[in-house]
């Protein structure tokens, strides 16, 4: 789940993790009114959309830019007047763009030195680790790439948490001057709090500035929650904002299944993470695009088969749906007499291509040759792959 740039300051302001006063507004006169209270010229407005690259997009309406600095709130108001309600295109979002629906309001700052700093789970080590830099304000994996030298990594021990030394060294290792040691290590230290009690996979800062009045700021972060853990976190959830996400992921998660739109124009259902990544694999490789990932799980039931055919029929760009199913927990006949009261149900418009394999797969199989419908059935995966591709040819 993504947060906009004010969610992730109110976090911060939280857990006491320095960054710049500002506010969101949903009006150009709320803009107006929030950068009054900041009491100075030097202000910055933000359009807040899900997408990076703001600062270089173009408005539909020809205003340039998602990001300006300003000098009066008269100024605000105007900036914010071109960009709420308006569609914001940027290297990101494509074509079709992101309407703007509020803005950050915020002081901005003078820049000393740009930094970067991140913590996120190390699969390898199974535990929380900092990556740093002293190269801030662009891209990590550029900095990688070009002088990786300039990357550190902390591992941090999930049972006592990031220690105060290790703050120390972090601010040390990035060079920050010695007597803001103390106030770095602080914000490093709030920032790991922050990160475990909202059961974070990363939190990104992306610039952390030192100012020209010496002070450490978290300028711009971004945050990724583990999914799993968000039923304990019910103010984290009210973040999420739906008019930034696919219709079709939001109509999904509504039934609990595992859905991310592509732009392919083959459909593809199947049940278990891994084999949906298969399966979009081999549809490249016989030559066919995948219209998407979806995976319905192993338990799914004939409701969720029902709601999942709905997306898939949903998107105009569809032009075969492949059905992969591997039945372990959820038994292969089960499995095809939900698709059938599935298919029933949506009256499907395009061809279809199902291959079973597992559990009761031959009673499963003679369901679908039973069934009446309009389906071919694919004996194995390479098999289901070239079918489905020529369908939708």
């Known amino acids: 789940m993504n947060i906009h740039e ?13 960054n710049s006063p500002g506010g969101v507004a949903s009006t150009p006169e709320e803009a107006e009114k929030i950068a009054a209270s900041l009491n100075t010229q030097n202000l910055v407005i933000k359009a807040q959309v899900h997408a990076g690259g703001r600062g270089k997009g173009t408005f539909k309406n020809g205003f340039k830019g998602g990001v300006h600095l300003c000098k009066t709130p008269a100024e605000i108001r105007d900036t ?5 309600g308006e569609t914001l295109v940027t290297h990101q979002t494509g074509e079709e763009g992101r309407v703007v629906r509020k803005v950050l309001v915020a002081q901005s700052v003078e820049i000393q030195k740009e930094l970067y700093f991140a913590i996120l789970i190390d699969r390898a080590i199974s535990a929380p680790i900092v990556v740093a830099s002293t190269e801030g304000g662009v891209d990590i994996e550029a900095v990688a790439e070009h002088t990786p030298e300039r990357i550190f990594h902390l591992p941090v021990d999930p049972l006592i948490g990031l220690q105060p030394y290790q703050a120390r060294k972090l601010a040390k290792m990035l060079e920050i001057p010695t007597p803001l040691l103390k106030n770095a290590s602080a914000l490093f230290e709030n920032l790991y709090k ?3 009690a909202r059961d974070c996979s990363m939190v990104e800062v992306n610039p952390l500035v030192i100012t020209k009045d010496n002070q450490v700021l978290a300028l711009d972060a971004k945050f990724n929650f583990d999914d799993n853990a968000l039923f304990r976190h019910p103010d984290v959830q009210a973040y999420r904002d739906i008019e930034e996400e696919d219709p079709r992921e939001v109509e999904a998660s509504k039934h609990s299944l595992s859905y991310i739109g592509l732009d392919g124009n083959i459909a593809c259902l199947v049940n278990g993470a891994g084999l949906a990544m298969a399966t ?22 004939e409701q969720q088969v029902t709601e999942a055919f709905k997306i898939l029929v949903a998107d105009s760009r569809v032009k075969a749906i492949l059905v992969n199913i591997f039945g372990g927990i959820m038994k292969c ?16 418009p395009v061809p279809l291509v199902v291959r079973l394999e597992g559990t009761n797969v031959d009673a499963g199989r003679k369901l679908l040759s039973e069934s009446g419908l309009k389906l071919t059935a694919a004996t194995d995966i390479a098999d289901a792959a070239k079918k489905v591709v020529a369908a939708a040819a």
């Open 6 to 18: 004010y969610q992730a300051k109110e976090l911060l302001d939280l857990f006491g993790v320095a």
């Open 194 to 196: 922050l990160f475990i």
């Open 80 to 84: 914010a007047s071109k960009m709420l």
């Open 333 to 348: 006949d089960v499995i095809a007499q939900g698709i059938i009261n599935a298919v029933k149900a949506v009256n499907l």
């Open 280 to 301: 979009m694999d081999i549809i490249k490789h016989h030559g066919g695009e995948p219209a998407n990932f979806l995976d319905v799980g192993g338990g799914a039931s």
